[in-house]
Nanobody, 126 residues
Framework: QVQLVESGGGLVQAGGSLRLSCAPS????????MGWFRQAPGKEREFVAS????????YYTVSVKGRFTVSRDNTKNTVYLQMNSLKPEDTAVYYC???????????????????WGQGTQVTVSS
């Protein structure tokens, strides 16, 4: 059974940094597009960032551009989300997602992804 396992969440003060990791188990995702989404209390899950299989193309939602960086190490089968200059409005559960099949592109829609992790909580205090 394929599982995506996120880690690295926690409590941080505004202006601080966190790095999230996503390490799939059950299979390798080194040839798959990957994404990060988040869901704040009372809100819908929203796209944050995505990366193509080679790591050569990335895409970000406007609110995190310049502060967050998505990357991957295919030798470790791991995807990262480096989050800097965190704001209270970044508080949410962050989810890792993987798209089935090989692709050179990035994706931004929830339905573009086939596999999801359980999420990791990120809380930014003011």
């Amino acid at each position: 059974q394929v599982q995506l396992v996120e880690s690295g969440g926690g409590l941080v003060q505004a202006g601080g940094s966190l790095r999230l990791s996503c390490a799939p188990s059950g299979r390798t995702f080194s040839r798959n597009a990957m994404g990060w989404f988040r869901q704040a209390p009372g809100k819908e899950r929203e796209f944050v960032a995505s990366i193509n299989w080679a790591g050569s193309d990335t895409y970000y939602t406007v609110s995190v551009k310049g502060r967050f960086t998505v990357s991957r190490d295919n030798t470790k089968n791991t995807v990262y989300l480096q989050m800097n200059s965190l704001k209270p409005e970044d508080t949410a559960v962050y989810y890792c997602a993987a798209r089935r099949g090989v692709s050179d592109y990035t994706f931004t829609q929830h339905d573009d992804f086939n596999y999801w992790g359980q999420g990791t909580q990120v809380t930014v205090s003011s």
